[in-house]
């Protein structure tokens, strides 16, 4: 008697604490992309699920896909949990594979771009208001799940993550891939998606757009020489944006191309093949 009514008491006692649900052995999971900075990570999970990156609530839609991505400086581990609609769990820990980064210097840069004069603050500042605004929102669809093709191809005269020196002075990292191409040159969508912000008066970047691939997966697209599109458009991969220049903080013409997902900045050129195979594919244009 002792025992069953320790037993009861037993039970009693862990009734009275939340237990969380395992998750269901045919619970699906699938996440695809570069588990490594910069990397961006497209998942799947089941309709109704919902998901968080080391505490922060991803963008879900409601066929379970969402989108995530890791900064050039991220660490060794994330923590992805993702909790479906019947309370199942599951938790990932992901390794986060480390790079190694080069030092590129830059010479022959108008030194109002690298030590910026008083009178340029107020061009800086609007310049910073107009990106700050464009990223409160994020777009809506999953146009970043398809495969991504070279806005503009030519010579790579830069690359993510690289330390920068402009006139021999350090400045943040390089935080895109540059492809050298002469002024005019069409730039192209990557993939689908919203523009975001269209303006050709940004004091470092010169002509610049943001699209918006949605849940936030944002390509930049700088120092060009024409813009053809408005904040607002809906554009298809392959739609041509503008021109290739040498705006802003540039010695010569360029696409400079960017890519972040809610404040991390992601390598652009993990989504796509290799340049010599694009300009092969467009006839050697």
Same mark, same amino acid.
Request: no cysteine.
């Given at each position: 008697m002792r025992r069953a009514g320790a037993f009861l008491l037993g039970l009693l006692f862990m009734a009275s604490f939340p237990v969380a649900m395992p998750a269901l052995a045919d619970t699906?999971?699938?996440?695809?992309?570069r588990m490594e900075q910069g990397g961006l990570v497209v998942g799947q999970a089941a309709p109704g699920a919902k998901a968080t990156l080391d505490g922060m609530a991803l963008d879900v839609d409601e066929a379970g896909t969402f989108a995530f991505g890791f900064d050039r400086d991220h660490g060794a581990q994330a923590k992805l949990n993702v909790t479906y609609a019947d309370g199942s769990t599951v938790e990932r820990l992901l390794a986060v594979k480390a790079r190694e980064w080069q030092i590129q210097r830059v010479e022959g840069v108008p030194q109002k771009f690298v030590s910026p004069p008083p009178e340029a603050m107020a061009q800086i500042a609007r310049s910073t208001a107009l990106k700050d605004e464009a990223r409160k929102t994020r777009a809506a669809g999953t146009d970043f799940t398809g495969e991504f093709i070279w806005p503009a191809t030519g010579p790579i005269s830069g690359v993510f993550g690289s330390q920068r020196y402009y006139n021999g002075e350090p400045r943040r990292p390089h935080y895109g891939v540059d492809v050298a191409a002469p002024t005019g040159t069409p730039i192209r969508a990557p993939a689908a998606g919203i523009v975001t912000l269209a303006s050709e008066e940004m004091y470092f970047e010169g002509g610049l757009i943001f699209l918006d691939h949605g849940q936030g997966v944002t390509s930049?697209?700088?120092?060009?020489?024409?813009i053809d599109v408005? $904040?607002? !458009?809906?554009? $298809? !991969?392959?739609d041509v944006l503008g021109a290739v220049g040498g705006t802003g903080r540039a010695t010569g013409p360029h696409l400079h191309w960017g890519l972040y997902w809610r404040g991390a900045w992601l390598d652009p050129q993990l989504l796509v093949g290799p340049m010599e195979e694009a300009i092969a594919a467009s006839g050697g244009n």
């Open positions: 699906p999971l699938d996440l695809r992309g930049l697209m700088m120092h060009m020489s024409r408005k $904040a607002g !458009q809906r554009v $298809a !991969q392959g």
